[in-house]
């Protein structure tokens, strides 16, 4: 009884202390997530009393961005099979065209109405509630109400341009070789017809106010032609017009209702079409400004390579709005507003060529947005510093004793008089405070890294996995980066890694100090083949980038006797593959050394009679090395880490042709031993197209694509088997293997556009596959789902902990690791095991960028990331005191009554 008591007294005593769940996902706690917009082709100004926010456009995105926070309001992604084209913006509404479906669409992100027919060009008309679109097809003209469906037409016309003004619609009319200006009321009666003469001199035109403005391919003379005049088109020659070089291409730039500049090379020259064609000014300018529909053109943006500037028509004075910090300005988007006090603001949205993107009122800098971010094509994962004062874990060497140290070690560190604090604190239901650790430092198990990511138009970003900070970053005009590479990790020495890509002077390799952004060196190379890593034998911190060129020469980085000492180490394991897309072809080759030079020698070659489509390497990350049956029998896993598979399709895109039929798709998956070029095993999947993803990983390989005959999204899941069982002899890849293999297909809910699969440091943890789909959720799957021995007898299924077979694969919302944080477009996915078994890090770029922890096997390994060790001492103090006082009590009542 007096046990029982105590056990109640620590219940209860326990109770009072907060316990947090030991195994909680902090879902969405420590992800890091940019939205992005990317490289931005229009954007216009929309300010209202209740409302401040550009619409920005790309090729195949329309968008608003808050002018106060710089937060995505909301966006409209397209997929990239066609160019988004804006026709028209007035009153917060944009009228846009994709492909052949116009859209209109509000200032909040909703769908006004579409067009299901193909214009070439189109107007907005609000008069006051109404809103109205007129319409260009190649052989109609018609205006059309909020149904989208026409409400007046004019049929068989040879209209080639439509203009508005003023609520007055202009058509530019071509027919017999001559030209004319077509007027019209809003109900498409005609007001007049204005023939034009001499138009054939005219190569490039705009229509500008109430003006048409065109020039002839030098602009050494222009014409203007007012649209309500009938009198026929004027010419305008100066001798500022003769100045400019017959082989520049000069552009028109409407500015305005009477102003428009012609740019050509780094010159703009200004003029004024009010009453003619009248110069100006001429401006030396890398950019010109495009301005806001509502613009007066009382004031021009432009920038240059000092600055950027507003410059006044009326009072021909320049104000300087901003200094340019060396990086080009690529575009300028500007509005005026004139204030109730009379004066102006100038607002302007700066694209530089890095395409961050920055936002200015006046002289003032409101945020920036880095939309290169969007444009990322590979990541890496880079350890920081190990912290040597704090306690960390190296968990393969650890012994129990080291352990115990350690943890002691940690309750001498603990500052009690913060912890005391604490304890007030938590009474009072205030917050914790956290330990201190520095943000640069390595944490014990691994989480937090410096991500650093490189770009395809010559910019790299080391971001902070934990903070999402963006701790620095580089740009290299005019550069292309290809890929990166880790030479020498902080846990060990001096952080080094290299960047490999070309531009206009050539290919070459930069060394970085990874931790500080700082180039050490740059080496040039030939034209590079592919690249990659391999570790010294003898110690693993260091590494050798091997580099193949177009001619199949071999080099190596750093160029060092140790760097040399660790490629002749490897000679006779170097193989690799590269595929010719054109040719159909697969080829391998080894590496072999003569005296001091590395040279690559061609070992197989494989024709295919398809195109190639995708490739992925196998992995051996598993101690899962047979698999248990029912009947008390194991069947042994093939591993060959040298294996890569190899998707070929009859078809590189889905073509609409009423002549094909299901069967002339078909994509074929050969499992290929890439050193020896042997082919282990092939798949043909009959009626299959593209999209198409592919996953390789241990024993398996799994694919996805669009299935012509079903109509519906499937997954392929084949895993292979060896028929030798338990291997003596260690594994030859010019051995041809007898294997067998198990092969099950599953349907799925929507496309997928990537797949990988997770890895861990000892491969105990079950795989997880990630699948990236259409609409931008990244799915984590359970290889277990995938299982092909699903479709066995139930009763020995149940033995074997395997689940029943479903045709159909529901993506439930626990699946979905970011949530509502959509990644569109996906195009890689970078994964790293952490010092925890159950943890891997994840992140995923694209249009967007997603970073998250991904634990498959629910962190059985870990303590909450919150979890404070303070208080579990604490806790286990209170408890043993508590127990020492109800033992002394229990043990005085009971010599008490033994004297009674």
């Not at 027919?117 to 006051?128: L, P, S």
């Not at 024709?607 to 042994?636: G, H, M, R, Y």
């Not at 899941?717 to 294997?739: A, C, H, M, Q």
């Not at 870990?862 to 303070?870: G, K, V, Y």
Request: glycine share 6%.
């Amino acid at each position: 009884s007096s046990m029982k008591l105590n056990l109640l007294i620590v219940t209860l005593l326990l109770l009072l202390v907060e316990v947090k769940g030991l195994y909680k996902e902090d879902a969405g706690k420590y992800d890091l997530y940019f939205k992005n917009v990317g490289d931005i082709t229009n954007a216009y100004f929309d300010v209202t009393p209740h409302k401040k926010q550009i619409i920005v456009t790309t090729d195949s995105l329309l968008g608003s961005i808050n002018m106060k926070t710089s937060e995505i309001e909301w966006r409209k992604v397209f997929p990239d099979e066609h160019k988004l084209e804006v026709l028209d913006h007035k009153n917060g509404l944009t009228l846009c065209k994709y492909g052949d479906i116009t859209y209109l669409f509000s200032g909040n992100g909703d769908l006004v109405f579409h067009i299901d027919r193909t214009i070439i060009d189109g107007r907005i008309m609000v008069k006051g509630q109404e809103i109205r679109v007129v319409a260009l097809t190649k052989n109609n003209l018609f205006v059309t109400a909020v149904n989208g469906v026409p409400e007046t037409e004019i049929k068989n016309v040879n209209f080639i341009q439509l203009h508005e003004f003023n609520g007055r619609i202009y058509v530019l009319k071509k027919e017999y070789n001559e030209y004319s200006i077509v007027g019209f009321k809003n109900s498409l009666k005609i007001e007049f017809t204005n023939l034009l003469s001499n138009i054939d001199l005219i190569e490039k035109w705009k229509f500008t106010g109430e003006n048409l403005v065109g020039s002839d391919m030098t602009g050494d003379m222009m014409f203007l032609q007012n649209l309500n005049s009938k009198d026929s088109l004027r010419k305008f020659t100066s001798s500022f017009l003769g100045q400019i070089p017959a082989d520049e291409n000069v552009q028109i730039i409407t500015l305005g209702e009477n102003l428009i500049a012609l740019k050509w090379n780094e010159i703009a020259a200004l003029f004024n079409i009010k009453n003619g064609i009248d110069l100006l000014k001429s401006i030396d300018c890398d950019t010109i400004g495009k301005v806001s529909s509502s613009n007066k053109g009382n004031y021009v943006a432009f920038s240059n390579k000092i600055g950027g500037y507003v410059l006044s028509v009326e009072e021909d004075s320049t104000l300087e709005l901003f200094r340019t910090s060396g990086i080009p300005i690529k575009n300028i988007f500007y509005k005026s507003i004139k204030k109730a006090g009379g004066d102006m603001s100038h607002q302007l949205l700066v694209q530089k060529n890095d395409l961050s993107l920055e936002y200015r009122s006046n002289q003032e800098l409101r945020w920036i947005r880095e939309e290169g971010l969007s444009k990322i094509i590979q990541s890496g994962f880079f350890s920081l510093p190990v912290d040597t004062s704090s306690l960390q874990y190296d968990l393969d060497n650890l012994s129990y004793l080291d352990r115990i140290l350690m943890h002691w070690k940690f309750i001498q560190e603990i500052d009690w008089i913060d912890t005391v604090s604490d304890i007030l604190n938590y009474f009072n239901r205030n917050t914790l405070k956290k330990a201190n650790e520095s943000i640069m430092k390595k944490d014990r198990f691994g989480l937090r890294n410096l991500i650093v990511s490189i770009t395809d138009f010559g910019k790299v970003y080391a971001i902070h996995s934990e903070s999402g900070e963006i701790i620095w970053d580089l740009y290299y005009e005019g550069s292309t980066f290809l890929e990166i590479h880790l030479l020498q990790s902080a846990d060990y020495s001096d952080p080094r890694c290299v960047v490999i890509g070309y531009d206009q002077e050539g290919y070459w390799i930069k060394l970085l100090n990874y931790m500080e952004g700082l180039e050490i060196s740059t080496t040039p190379l030939e034209e590079v083949a592919i690249t990659w890593s391999i570790t010294s034998k003898n110690d693993f911190s260091k590494k050798v980038i091997v580099i193949v060129d177009t001619d199949n020469n071999v080099d190596y980085f750093p160029k060092n006797e140790e760097s040399l000492e660790i490629m002749k180490s490897h000679v006779g394991s170097l193989h690799y593959y590269l595929a010719n897309s054109n040719e159909f072809t697969l080829t391998g080759y080894r590496v072999v050394v003569r005296d001091r030079t590395f040279l690559s020698e061609e070992t197989w070659r494989k024709a295919f009679s398809e195109q190639i489509i995708s490739i992925d390497q196998f992995d051996a990350n598993s101690n899962k090395l047979a698999k248990p049956l029912a009947n008390k029998t194991v069947i042994w896993k093939y591993f060959n880490p040298n294996a890569i598979a190899v998707v070929t399709s009859k078809r590189s895109y889905i073509e609409d042709i009423p002549s094909l039929k299901p069967d002339d798709y078909g994509i074929t998956v050969y499992i290929i031993d890439s050193v020896s070029g042997i082919v282990l095993h092939r798949i043909n999947q009959q009626h299959a197209t593209l999209p198409v993803s592919i996953a390789a990983s241990e024993n398996w390989v799994t694919f996805s694509y669009w299935d012509t005959k079903t109509h519906a999204y499937a997954l392929n899941i084949v895993e292979i088997y060896d028929n030798e069982g338990w291997r003596t002899k260690p594994l030859s890849s010019f051995e041809v293997p007898s294997l067998y293999t198990l092969q099950q297909s599953y349907s799925l809910p929507r496309a997928v556009n990537y797949m990988q699969t997770t890895y861990t440091r000892r491969g105990i943890t079950n795989k997880q596959i990630l699948l990236g789909t259409i609409d931008g959720s990244i799915i984590s799957m359970d290889k277990r789902i995938l299982d092909p021995r699903r479709s066995i007898d139930p009763a020995q299924a149940m033995a074997e902990g395997v689940m029943p077979y479903q045709t159909y694969l529901d993506f439930s919302p626990k699946m979905v690791i970011n949530y509502y944080n959509k990644v569109e477009r996906l195009n890689n996915i970078e994964i790293v095991p952490t010092d925890l078994e159950s943890t891997s890090l994840v992140v995923c770029t694209g249009l967007d960028y997603f970073f998250a922890p991904v634990t498959g096997g629910k962190a059985y390994d870990r303590l909450e990331l919150s979890f404070d060790e303070r208080y579990l001492i604490i806790a286990i103090l209170l408890a043993l005191v508590v127990l020492y006082l109800t033992r002394m009590f229990h043990d005085g009542k009971l010599v008490k009554k033994l004297w009674t």
